[in-house]
Each structure stands twice: as C-alpha cells, then as structure tokens.
C-alpha cells in the first residue's frame, strides 16, 4: 500500500519565479537577489558567529556529513541528504506527526514506554494507539496482536508505526524475527516506521542477533537518534533523523519534510559547528556511561540475590540505563514511593507512570555512582521488608 502523507503540508506547484530560480540553480547559474535580507552575505556577520547563514533546512551541510561518516558501519554509510539535524528527538517526533498524520489520525506506541509520545502527540491534534509489550521471561512484541488492531475500526487511522529499539523503561530490543513481521506489517498496511534508537549503543544483557533499524530497507522508516543519551547529556540538545526505505517513498518524505524543516528554520550555526568535536568525543563517553550502568547492573543482581527475604527482583534488561524492579504485587506502588519519601528521602517512578498493566512495578536508573546506587537499591529492599511487615 502507498504511505498516507498529511495534508497538512502544503507542496503545491512553485510560482513561475521559484520555477525559474530552480531551473537556473539547476544549471549552475547564480542569481543575485534583490531582496536579499541575509545579513551575513553582506559583511554583517558578528565577529562571533563569523560564518555565512545558508540556511539548508535539513541542518548546515558540513554537519550532516561529519554526522553521516559517524554513522558508517564500515560496509555502508548513510546519505547526507537522508539526514535531518534538529534540536532534539522530541521535535523530531513532531515533525514525524505532521508529515505522517492528519489531525485526528493516529500513531502506534509501545506500553510500556515513553509518555512523551502521547503528550507530543496530542499537541499535534493526533491519538496514540497502544500496542502492549508481552513479558514471559523477557519482553517481546506480539506481531499478531499488531496485525490485528491495524485490521481493525482503529486500524484506518493509523499512520505510523513507532518502535523504540531499546524500549525504556523495559529495556527490550527489536528482535529479529520481530522486525521482519512488523517491516511486512508496515508495508501491507501503508504505514511508516518511526524508530527511536537513542538507547541503541548501552547494551545490558541482550539477546543475540539485534541490530539498529536506521537504514531499514524494507519500508519507509525514521531512525531517530541524538546527544541527549549518546553523550549522556540532556542539555547537549541536538537529534537526527535519519529517512530510508523505497525510493519513491523517501523521495516523497524528504520533499514533503523539507517544507517542514524550512518553516522550522535549520538548527543554528553556534551549535551545528560544534557537532564534529562531540561525535569525536562520542564514542569515550558512551563507553563511560556502559561501564557505569553494567557495574551497577551486575551490582543490583549481587544485591538482590543476599537479600535474605528475596522479596524483590528485577526484570531482565537487554539495553537502557534503566531498569524495573519487581515487588509484591500486594504493595500499593503509590504507598511504595511515599513511604521511600517519608522515610528515606527518595522518590521514584512507579509501574504506572509507564501504563504497565499491573501493580508491582518500579523503575530505578543505573546511572548513580556506585555508593549511591547502592544506598537506592538497599532502601527499596528496606521499605518493602517494613511495608509487608505492617
């Protein structure tokens, strides 16, 4: 099926002097402009952003292509005309809604998993449809249970597809044999991937076989990915989005995605120059960060298995720096938090902030350093030991 593109973006046919001015970029002629209102093409530049403004929607050109060598597995390196730098993976998911949904339309997301993706989609004026994660042992993605609320009333509004490789907070990767059903799924119904990766780089323990859906062939797809988690530093504000699929289906996408960009405006010089130095010092930093969240993890297994009253347990998590931990489902989760806050000063997220579908649930962050990690760990095993005791 072809891929339903919003009608919200206005890809009408060009005047005859925008016609013209293609034709004539097309032929290698420069035109100059009369109304050219661009300061920096006129000796107007300030002394601290020196650089001349092109205005490429997509992001400044020099930045896509360090980002596009950074991406390369070796065998195949993306294009820098499929990239898309903007300030984060939250605009991107808004970009995404308006290219792909009408208002009223409607997009796939996990649960568990992020909230964000409802709220951002609401402000689009657009409905998200769960799909539930299964867990028996490790979580999955039932591929059926998909086909069959595509085939449904709900089904006909349905746009894209949002897969979030690894999942937070269950911490599960796109299996193989899943991807293949859901590329086949996505293809027959018309819909588009949208595919969240910015976990992708801190495995836990996983499954053997996974693989980044960026550059998926088979359907249209949005890979998305960006700083935030990469560098662990969420005020590093900069996201990527990385368009493939079928040709035809890209070609549309990207001249449809451009007018989006356009009205955006590209992401500023001040923080695009800057883009090869950070993805330099990627790499250091992201084994930084595996090194702290395995430590913890291994710790957080060494804890809970001297915990004489084996009370609590904690799911297997293949990537992430978060994980859920398994309490007694006879504890309230919202009695949980309040009695660590009373009485050990922490708070936490709960089961249901992620619409987990039964009591039992929270969700705790590898990412504190060791000593404190481990004060977190042993006050849960504390206030669950006191709350089944009173």
């Not at 059903?181 to 910015?198: F, N, P, R, Y």
């Not at 935030?228 to 040709?247: D, E, N, R, T």
């Given at each position: 099926?072809?891929?339903?593109?919003?009608?919200?973006?206005?890809?009408?046919?060009?005047?005859?002097?925008?016609?013209?001015?293609?034709?004539?970029?097309?032929?290698?002629?420069?035109?100059?402009?009369?109304?050219?209102?661009?300061?920096?093409?006129?000796?107007?530049?300030?002394?601290?952003?020196?650089?001349?403004?092109?205005?490429?929607?997509?992001?400044?050109?020099?930045?896509?292509?360090?980002?596009?060598?950074?991406?390369?597995?070796?065998?195949?390196?993306?294009?820098?005309?499929?990239?898309?730098?903007?300030?984060?993976?939250?605009?991107?998911y808004s970009w995404l809604i308006k290219l792909?949904?009408?208002?009223?339309?409607?997009?796939?997301?996990?649960?568990?998993?992020?909230?964000?993706?409802?709220?951002?989609?609401?402000?689009?004026?657009?409905?998200?449809?769960?799909?539930?994660?299964?867990?028996?042992?490790?979580?999955?993605?039932?591929?059926?249970?998909?086909?069959?609320?595509?085939?449904?009333?709900?089904?006909?509004?349905?746009?894209a597809l949002v897969l979030i490789n690894p999942?937070?907070?269950?911490?599960?990767?796109?299996?193989?044999?899943?991807?293949?059903?859901?590329?086949?799924?996505?293809?027959?119904?018309?819909?588009?991937?949208?595919?969240?990766?910015?976990?992708?780089?801190?495995?836990?323990?996983?499954?053997?076989?996974?693989?980044?859906?960026?550059g998926e062939p088979g359907v249209l797809t949005?890979?998305?990915?960006?700083?935030?988690?990469?560098?662990?530093?969420?005020?590093?504000?900069?996201?990527?989005?990385?368009?493939?699929?079928?040709?035809?289906?890209?070609?549309?996408?990207?001249?449809?995605?451009?007018?989006?960009?356009?009205?955006?405006?590209?992401?500023?010089?001040?923080?695009?120059?800057?883009?090869?130095?950070?993805?330099?010092?990627?790499?250091?930093?992201?084994?930084?960060?595996?090194?702290?969240?395995?430590?913890?993890?291994?710790?957080?297994?060494?804890?809970?298995?001297?915990?004489?009253?084996?009370?609590?347990?904690?799911?297997?998590?293949?990537?992430?720096?978060?994980?859920?931990?398994?309490?007694?489902?006879?504890?309230?989760?919202?009695?949980?938090?309040?009695?660590?806050?009373?009485?050990?000063?922490?708070?936490?997220?709960?089961?249901?902030?992620?619409?987990?579908?039964?009591?039992?649930?929270?969700?705790?962050?590898?990412?504190?350093?060791?000593?404190?990690?481990?004060?977190?760990?042993?006050?849960?095993?504390?206030?669950?030991?006191?709350?089944?005791?009173?």
């Amino acid at each position: 099926m072809t891929v339903h593109f919003s009608s919200r973006v206005d890809i009408s046919a060009p005047n005859p002097i925008a016609s013209a001015e293609a034709q004539a970029k097309a032929q290698g002629i420069t035109l100059g402009k009369l109304n050219d209102s661009n300061p920096t093409r006129h000796g107007l530049a300030p002394t601290l952003v020196p650089s001349v403004y092109t205005a490429d929607p997509r992001g400044p050109r020099m930045a896509r292509a360090a980002l596009a060598a950074f991406l390369s597995d070796g065998e195949d390196r993306p294009d820098a005309d499929d990239l898309y730098i903007l300030s984060s993976t939250s605009e991107a998911y808004s970009w995404l809604i308006k290219l792909l949904c009408d208002p009223g339309d409607a997009v796939l997301a996990p649960k568990p998993g992020y909230p964000l993706i409802e709220s951002i989609a609401r402000l689009e004026g657009v409905e998200t449809v769960e799909y539930q994660l299964q867990f028996d042992g490790s979580w999955f993605i039932d591929a059926a249970g998909l086909e069959e609320i595509l085939d449904s009333p709900h089904g006909e509004n349905i746009r894209a597809l949002v897969l979030i490789n690894p999942n937070n907070p269950s911490g599960s990767y796109v299996k193989p044999d899943e991807r293949k059903a859901i590329v086949e799924l996505c293809g027959s119904h018309g819909i588009a991937l949208i595919a969240d990766e910015v976990f992708y780089d801190y495995s836990l323990e996983p499954f053997a076989g996974n693989a980044r859906l960026a550059g998926e062939p088979g359907v249209l797809t949005f890979a998305l990915d960006g700083f935030s988690k990469m560098l662990a530093a969420p005020h590093a504000k900069v996201g990527w989005i990385q368009v493939s699929g079928p040709a035809e289906d890209v070609a549309e996408a990207k001249r449809r995605l451009d007018v989006i960009a356009d009205d955006y405006l590209p992401m500023s010089d001040i923080i695009a120059e800057r883009i090869p130095a950070l993805l330099e010092a990627a790499p250091a930093q992201t084994t930084r960060v595996q090194e702290r969240v395995r430590g913890n993890l291994t710790r957080l297994h060494e804890l809970l298995d001297a915990d004489s009253n084996g009370l609590v347990n904690v799911l297997r998590a293949e990537g992430g720096w978060n994980v859920l931990l398994r309490v007694p489902s006879v504890i309230d989760e919202n009695e949980l938090v309040l009695g660590l806050i009373e009485h050990h000063k922490l708070s936490g997220q709960p089961g249901y902030f992620f619409d987990m579908t039964s009591n039992g649930y929270l969700a705790i962050s590898l990412l504190p350093e060791p000593e404190e990690f481990e004060r977190n760990v042993r006050a849960i095993l504390d206030e669950v030991a006191a709350l089944l005791a009173s």
